[in-house]
């Protein structure tokens, strides 16, 4: 397993198994100023190649970092989903603030005593002060809920305008005669040393605990390098100490030791503050970069969780430098520290790897870490599985599980002809799924259980014969059932007629509660007829699946070919096509957008 750790403060990396979600603006933004920066990098590189080969290599190497990193948009991501908490916890706030000094004055305004809130100037300043980084703040909310600028800069821009817009205030607040810098001036002009003291505490309190809630809010909810964070917060922390001075030695002078006691605990409680910030801004970022690392495999980097079987897990993936979805399957930890499991591992990508027929699932990559996780990459197939689509939409119409089970032999018979058997023909081993713009196109997953035909060389490798049965009990042959390990093709076509029974019917030949019941079932009993489940069912069709599904394997079809020519001569074969299998996907594309 990959270890998991927390991105930053609140952010747990998200490893859900909702499918990939559509591309946002501000991903298409990416996407196209890459695109725009490649464009424009390949045509220097072809206008400057004639100049001499060192230009030429300059510019290729400037193409690769164009493209951008998959790292940057991830952090773009997360900044964008804290800056949306933080603009709208910032706006709310200051809304509750601003609804309560209304209140405040209209009441006041209705007895006459509006001298009580500090009079006009100071209502004035009051509004103003609430209502500046209230403005900022909801306008910020609303521009990266609905309208997000499409880089990191823009992002930051907003970041930087709700902080300042906050800091400014506050600095306002500090020189304004009504504030509590006038009441400080007062309180030392007429009042007995013992009770300056306890104000000059009250001061340091009061100051350094807005400035610290800021600097600490700021740190907890924006994510930073270390050193950008230093430098915002040192900022931050400096323009009140600095404000302060100004004010008390310049503009409105106090006594030096007055300066010197409240400048000494204003530095004491802000650079505190300040540490702590940079300093969790700093392991933040440790464990952000070791969080990625731990999902990066070679040239692949972890998205989230797709599945997870006996063997291993199955995540979602993109390569570093091509940008392309991919799926990437590891061997669970316990099962690495055994030769076996990474025998059958290593055969199964290797077994993959050399079918190359369109309805089979592709393998790119294989490999392992430094710290023996082993994987292998195939390609990312979003859609559904034959087994989701019956339970979303329930069986379906005859003509269209004819054209997938067609699809289904196509890839069995590449698998056959090279001598390697299935043996795992299931609803959810099999995804339908867009490729190449075209819909309905069927993709056979999950060799992990192929096993060679006697007499071929990989027949001697016995890694897949550990058990007396290997398989789905709901769609296993009968001679699998017995533990039979001469098992050929015709094995392979009864899973067929398994499959083709489920689409048809929502259910597969033999239900019952005992795993062993349906095996038993498998080899003795004889399943119902479709049309008694089904009276729509062709009967060229129920012959077909009926014959498929013969205890005896001379019974069946030869071979997967047979049984494809078998169901394109089905009458129902002709009344499915691209056309309708288009036409649906767009309905149901229409479907989950109105739901």
């Avoid at 299931?426 to 993709?443: L, Q």
Wanted: hydrophobic residues 45%; proline residues 5%; contains cysteine.
């Amino acid at each position: 397993m990959v270890p998991s750790r927390p991105r930053s403060i609140g952010d747990a990396l998200d490893m859900s198994l909702k499918p990939v979600p559509e591309q946002t603006e501000s991903r298409r933004g990416y996407d196209e100023r890459a695109s725009s920066a490649t464009t424009r990098l390949i045509e220097v590189e072809e206008t400057t190649d004639t100049h001499g080969r060192q230009t030429h290599d300059r510019r290729r190497m400037a193409l690769v970092v164009g493209v951008g990193r998959q790292q940057s948009y991830d952090f773009y991501q997360l900044l964008l989903r804290r800056l949306r908490i933080f603009s709208s916890i910032m706006a709310v706030a200051l809304a509750g603030v601003m609804a309560l000094m209304l209140w405040n004055l209209y009441t006041a305004m209705s007895a006459d005593r509006i001298d009580e809130l500090g009079g006009a100037s100071f209502v004035r300043f009051a509004l103003i002060s609430i209502g500046l980084p209230l403005c900022v703040s909801a306008c910020s909310a609303l521009v990266v809920h609905w309208r997000p600028p499409a880089t990191t800069f823009g992002l930051r821009a907003i970041e930087l305008c709700i902080i300042g817009a906050v800091a400014a205030v506050m600095l306002w607040g500090m020189a304004y005669p009504k504030e509590w810098y006038g009441l400080l001036e007062r309180r030392l002009a007429d009042q007995p040393l013992l009770e300056q003291r306890a104000f000059m505490g009250i001061y340091v309190e009061f100051t350094s605990l807005r400035w610290f809630a800021l600097l600490v809010g700021y740190g907890a909810l924006i994510p930073n390098t270390w050193r950008r964070c230093a430098a915002v917060v040192s900022v931050l922390a400096l323009s009140p100490l600095i404000t302060f001075a100004l004010l008390s030695l310049w503009l409105r002078p106090l006594e030096t030791e007055v300066v010197v006691t409240i400048l000494s605990n204003l530095v004491l409680w802000l650079g505190v503050a300040a540490t702590v910030v940079v300093f969790t801004s700093y392991r933040i970022e440790m464990a952000r970069q070791e969080a990625a690392d731990a999902r990066k495999l070679g040239q692949y980097v972890l998205k989230k969780q797709l599945g997870a079987g006996g063997m291993g897990e199955v995540y979602l993936a993109e390569h570093l430098l091509l940008c392309r979805p991919c799926a990437v399957k590891l061997i669970r930890p316990e099962r690495a520290a055994d030769p076996k499991e990474l025998q059958r591992f290593e055969r199964e990508v290797r077994l993959t790897a050399t079918l190359t027929h369109p309805n089979t699932i592709q393998v790119f990559d294989y490999g392992h870490t430094e710290d023996q996780v082993f994987y292998y990459v195939m390609e990312y197939l979003e859609g559904l599985t034959l087994e989701e689509l019956v339970r979303g939409h329930g069986p379906l119409p005859p003509q269209r599980a004819i054209y997938f089970l067609r699809q289904v032999c196509a890839a069995l018979q590449e698998a056959h002809d090279i001598g390697l058997i299935h043996r795992d023909v299931k609803p959810g081993n099999v995804r339908v799924c867009k490729r190449g713009g075209e819909h309905d196109v069927i993709k056979l997953l999950d060799f992990g259980l192929v096993q060679p035909l006697a007499g071929t060389p990989e027949s001697e490798n016995k890694a897949t014969q550990e058990g007396l049965i290997a398989g789905t009990p709901l769609y296993m042959s009968p001679e699998q059932a017995l533990g039979q390990q001469n098992v050929d093709g015709r094995s392979d076509i009864y899973s067929v007629g398994a499959l083709a029974y489920y689409l048809l019917t929502g259910a597969p030949p033999f239900v019952y509660l005992s795993p062993a019941r349906v095996l038993a079932a498998h080899v003795y009993e004889t399943a119902r007829p479709l049309t008694e489940m089904r009276p729509d069912v062709p009967a060229d069709l129920e012959a077909v699946v009926l014959r498929c599904l013969a205890k005896d394997r001379n019974d069946r079809f030869a071979d997967a070919r047979t049984l494809e020519q078998a169901l394109a001569a089905c009458r129902a074969a002709a009344n499915w096509s691209a056309n309708e299998a288009a036409s649906w996907w767009h309905l149901e594309s229409d479907r989950r957008i109105s739901t």
